[in-house]
């Protein structure tokens, strides 16, 4: 799948089919993640990755009412980061790029929680507490929309790009 169309059709999954995803793809995924830009590449990120049943329900039972469907993926990612002042933002590339591997490869994901929402998922995944967890993504295939198939409510492009000054949605004569 194209980039354009990875970012065109990809959606917020939250119910997945009971299929698991090839160790290759997973490895993909997380590939994705770990070649993403970093500010001074400093690369900040950590990628716990969690398959076995019993731990992803705990994830899920613990992540403040934000993802009780991670209990349902085939695996999640624990994206953690250190408390740098680019951390957060670096991290979230990385989330980001991951999600759209993996919708290439026709897998969902969702974003689940964010810093202070996932407090106690530390001790279940023994991640030590002076890094953030940024979130908790749920992977696996989708149980209802079929991957390709998103369609997106967005705002037209003339609604939210400014040329030159706020108030000027025209773009320049070249």
Do not use: C
Not at 34 to 40: G, I, K, Q
Not at 41 to 61: C, G, I, K, M, Y
């Amino acid at each position: 799948m194209d980039v354009r169309e990875a970012i065109r059709t990809v959606l917020a999954v939250r119910a997945y089919r009971d299929q698991p995803v090839p160790d290759d793809v997973i490895r993909d995924i997380l590939e994705a993640g770990r070649l993403t830009a970093s500010a001074s590449n400093r690369q900040p990120w950590h990628f716990v990755v969690v398959t076995d049943r019993e731990t992803l329900q705990s994830v899920a039972d613990h992540s403040d009412g934000h993802g009780p469907y991670v209990a349902g993926a085939a695996f999640a990612v624990a994206v953690v980061a250190d408390k740098t002042p680019l951390g957060i933002s670096d991290a979230s590339r990385a989330i980001q790029d991951m999600i759209l591997v993996a919708w290439s490869h026709g897998v969902g994901s969702n974003w689940v929680g964010f810093s202070d929402m996932l407090n106690e998922i530390y001790p279940i995944l023994g991640i030590p507490e002076d890094l953030d967890i940024v979130a908790v993504l749920p992977f696996g295939y989708p149980a209802n929309e079929a991957p390709g198939k998103g369609r997106k409510k967005r705002k037209p492009l003339d609604e939210i790009v400014h040329w030159g000054a706020w108030s000027n949605h025209t773009p320049p004569d070249r």
